[in-house]
T-cell receptor, first 118, second 113 residues
Framework: EAGVTQFPSHSVIEKGQTVTLRCDPI?????LYWYRRVMGKEIKFLLH????????ESGMPNNRFLAERTGGTYSTLKVQPAELEDSGVYFC????????????????FGPGTRLTVL | DQQVKQNSPSLSVQEGRISILNCDYT??????FLWYKKYPAEGPTFLIS?????DKNEDGRFTVFLNKSAKHLSLHIVPSQPGDSAVYFC????????????FGTGTSLTVIP
């Protein structure tokens, strides 16, 4: 099966511009996650979709970030306007629907989008 | 307020020897722990996991040990191979946290041939 794909692989923009990142999860995966890694730091959770609904967006840094998952398939993450501190690698991950209340499903990660804000 | 910590940014090991990567956590609610491996320009890939009801899980050359009282886990790779050279991330999760994973900063492992 095809893995998680992300587009673009790299994006270089100027402060104040808008950028939209796209993630295509593995087909059939209800759960979709966005994470970000700022250079040398931990991979940090941003938000979690279950199908088209936002389950948890507690990690979103501020209201300049907007994530959508229309139709419960692919997701976009828009940063508007971008600031210097938004630079980093944005990872998307997906996992199957959790069938039982006390189990975990492995998250499959995409290759990431490296965002550089100048 | 980093809840998962990997205090060693890098580790070098001779091929054939054991690699030991360490991870500490602060949240006692964590009940599931994972190790992910990451090559340059690729996303993290799942390596091995352990539930809090166990203290050891083994998969081939990889073994994860969990010490709940110390809030510490470690990944042992025996024997180490050059292809194991990568960045290893420790992650943890808690039921009720929506499957959100908390990651450490990673340890870059270099296996010297």
């Amino acid at each position: 099966e095809a893995g998680v794909t992300q587009f673009p692989s790299h994006s270089v923009i100027e402060k104040g511009q808008t950028v939209t990142l796209r993630c295509d999860p593995i087909s059939g995966h209800d759960n979709l996650y966005w994470y970000r890694r700022v250079m040398g730091k931990e991979i940090k959770f941003l938000l979690h979709f279950v199908k088209e609904s936002k389950q948890d967006e507690s990690g979103m840094p501020n209201n300049r970030f907007l994530a959508e998952r229309t139709g419960g398939t692919y997701s976009t993450l828009k940063v508007q306007p971008a600031e210097l501190e938004d630079s980093g690698v944005y990872f998307c991950a997906s996992s199957r629907r959790v069938l039982a209340g006390n189990s975990y499903n492995e998250q499959f990660f995409g290759p990431g989008t490296r965002l550089t804000v100048l | 307020d980093q809840q998962v910590k990997q205090n060693s940014p890098s580790l070098s090991v001779q091929e054939g020897r054991i690699s030991i990567l360490n991870c500490d956590y602060t949240n006692s609610m964590f009940d599931y722990f994972l190790w992910y491996k990451k090559y340059p320009a690729e996303g993290p890939t799942f390596l091995i996991s352990i539930s809090s009801i166990k203290d050891k899980n083994e998969d081939g050359r990889f073994t994860v040990f969990l010490n709940k009282s110390a809030k510490h886990l470690s990944l042992h790779i025996v024997p180490s191979q050059p292809g194991d050279s990568a960045v290893y991330f420790c992650a943890a999760s808690a039921l009720g946290a929506g499957n959100q994973f908390y990651f450490g900063t990673g340890t870059s492992l270099t296996v010297i041939p």
